[in-house]
């Protein structure tokens, strides 16, 4: 099962709109609308930021928003911020019965 | 509060076996799936294994089959990761995470392997 594909790097200015972008296939992202994302920051453990595509778990600043189309799913940040600084993963279900993270982002708050 | 804590890792010679483990606090920890997930220095996060909530499904990756094995005792709320046969690509950091939706993480346990 290959990763599922994002660019390195993307990078924003304090108050503008990212998209990170997540690539799979028809076998994986495609077939599931199970698409989770994760934020890292150095030396710290990833924290769930979006489930199910586009839903957002309680505490998760509504800066954050997901969707998906077709084998690709997006995660957009407004508003950046400097704390949004941070590696990005996504992940999907591979199969019924395993997953599969995302090559991961850096965001750079500019 | 809910908490993950991971431990058992540390250094081992190439062929080695260690056992890793994933103490739950703060929720009913036998009503989850629960998963390993690993990122080697620097590098991405990889999905290792899942187990269900009464241990009786549990998956893993291509790379991981017939050398790792996970378990869980939930009446000690702990999840367990059996590694055998040690490659110096397992170096890595290991989570263990909860439910599905990987939420929340533990902080990690490095495990090193190198002679």
């Known amino acids: 099962q290959s990763a599922l594909t994002q660019p390195a790097s993307v990078s924003g200015s304090p108050g503008q709109s990212i998209t990170i972008s997540c690539t799979g296939t028809?076998?994986?992202?495609?077939?599931?609308?199970?698409v989770t994302w994760y934020q890292q920051h150095p030396g710290k453990a990833p924290k769930l930021m979006i489930y199910?595509?586009?839903k957002r778990p309680s505490g998760v600043s509504n800066r954050f928003s997901g969707s998906k189309s077709g084998n690709t799913a997006s995660l957009t940040i407004s508003g950046l911020q400097a704390e949004d600084e941070a590696d990005y993963f996504c992940?999907?279900?591979?199969?019924?019965?395993?997953?599969?993270f995302g090559t991961g982002t850096k965001v750079t708050v500019l | 509060e809910v908490r993950l804590v991971e431990s058992g890792g540390g250094l081992v010679q190439p062929g080695g076996s260690l056992r890793l483990s994933c103490a739950a606090s703060?929720?009913?920890?036998?009503?989850?799936?629960m998963h390993w997930v690993r990122q080697a220095p620097g590098k991405g996060l990889v999905w290792v294994s899942r187990?269900?909530?009464?241990?009786?499904?549990?998956s893993y990756a291509d790379f991981v089959k017939g050398r790792f094995t996970i378990s869980r005792d939930n009446a000690k709320n702990t999840l367990y990761l059996e590694m055998n046969s040690l490659r110096a690509e397992d170096t890595a950091v290991y989570y263990c995470?909860?439910?599905?939706?990987?939420?929340?993480w533990g902080q990690g346990t490095l495990v090193t392997v190198s002679s």
């Open positions: 187990i269900k909530f009464d241990g009786s499904i549990k």
């Open positions: 028809s076998s994986d992202v495609g077939s599931y609308n199970f």
């Open positions: 199910e595509v586009s």
């Open positions: 703060g929720f009913t920890f036998s009503n989850f799936w």
């Open positions: 992940c999907s279900y591979a199969t019924t019965t395993t997953f599969v």
């Open positions: 995470a909860r439910t599905d939706w990987l939420d929340p």
